[in-house]
């Protein structure tokens, strides 16, 4: 065991960890809402997780009522002598907006309030000094991050405080910083979320999770996008670079995965190095928070 590292254990047959997905791709406001590509993004996502030996629940297109009693649920089942994990993880995938929330299927909640306020040391005592790891897909404003791309084909974005200053030993990981826009692949999902299961299935033998961070930030950044403006109609040249936040994280974490070694299939995907990748993207109408329509 490294010193200062958080416990994990992966013997046996026990699962050391608990994950809810949570992916909301159809909304009430109307079908040109609708996220195409999150599909695949949680089948990413779960297949990392699983080879991470997390046992994970799947969620979809719930309600916010729906959606807080599934945290609560997922919270509660950690509680009591022989549930007892040594890490947990949250995903969502929704749109989202610059106030911090995101949409169910019928309302908006409140990310610190609704997600990351359920796992403080108050409200989920068992997971108390161990770490917690939460994933957002999804827009926290509409600004880009300009590039200069000369080729490509459009993206989508992924748009739409109760005090959680108790929660600590958790690893937010966001798939835009505060005030821009997330990307997303009408097809081959998006480029946060893909790019989180290349390099964690790649490195997680024998990465501290922060190194993986920063790699996934490393690879994001030399990715190219185009976006189009829906007011103009013009594709604008963007990167989406993402955001990692730290509360209380206060030891290494390395994740350990089931397999002797997890890899992950590359046939589809170019050499890393310097050169820049490019996004082909198909054009809908965003991630944003939708506006509301007057009647």
């Given at each position: 065991e490294t010193l200062g590292a958080y416990h994990i254990d992966a013997s046996g047959s026990?699962?050391?960890?608990?994950?809810?997905?949570?992916?909301?791709?159809?909304?009430?406001?109307?079908?040109?809402?609708?996220?195409?590509?999150?599909?695949?993004?949680?089948?990413?996502?779960?297949?990392?997780l699983e080879d991470l030996n997390f046992e994970v629940v799947v969620e979809r297109n719930l309600k916010k009522n729906d959606i807080i009693r599934e945290i609560m649920?997922?919270?509660?089942?950690?509680?009591?002598?022989?549930?007892?994990k040594d890490i947990c993880a949250v995903c969502i995938m929704?749109?989202?907006?610059?106030?911090?929330?995101?949409?169910?299927h019928d309302k908006l909640l409140n990310i610190e309030e609704d997600?990351?306020?359920?796992?403080?040391?108050?409200?989920?005592?068992?997971?108390?000094?161990?770490?917690?790891?939460?994933?957002?897909?999804?827009?926290r404003g509409g600004k880009k991050d300009h590039t200069i791309v000369t080729e490509g084909k459009s993206m989508v974005s992924d748009g739409t405080r109760s005090d959680s200053s108790n929660l600590?030993?958790?690893?937010?990981?966001?798939?835009?910083?505060?005030?821009?826009?997330?990307?997303?692949?009408?097809?081959?999902?998006?480029?946060?979320?893909?790019?989180?299961?290349?390099v964690f299935k790649t490195h997680a033998k024998s990465e501290e999770v922060l190194d993986m961070c920063r790699l996934v930030t490393e690879q994001m950044y030399d990715m190219e996008h185009k976006?189009?403006?829906?007011?103009?109609?013009?594709?604008?040249?963007?990167?989406?670079?993402?955001?990692?936040?730290?509360?209380g994280l206060m030891k290494?974490?390395?994740?350990?995965?089931?397999?002797?070694?997890?890899?992950?299939?590359t046939t589809d995907t170019e050499p890393q190095g310097k050169k820049k990748r490019k996004s082909s993207m198909k054009q809908s109408n965003g991630e944003c928070q939708p506006k509301k329509r007057k009647r």
């Open positions: 026990r699962k050391s960890g608990r994950a809810l997905i949570i992916n909301i791709n159809e909304f009430e406001n109307g079908a040109e809402m609708k996220r195409n590509g999150s599909a695949v993004d949680v089948e990413n996502m779960h297949s990392l649920k997922f919270t509660e089942k950690m509680e009591g002598k022989g549930n007892e929704s749109h989202g907006n610059s106030k911090n929330q995101f949409m169910a997600v990351l306020g359920r796992f403080s040391n108050q409200n989920c005592s068992a997971m108390k000094g161990k770490p917690k790891l939460f994933f957002f897909q999804c827009c600590n030993d958790a690893l937010i990981a966001w798939a835009s910083p505060p005030g821009f826009l997330a990307l997303r692949n009408v097809k081959k999902g998006s480029p946060f979320i893909q790019t989180v299961c290349e976006l189009k403006n829906e007011e103009t109609n013009i594709e604008d040249d963007v990167k989406n670079v993402p955001s990692f936040e730290m509360r290494r974490l390395y994740l350990k995965p089931k397999s002797p070694k997890v890899t992950t299939d």
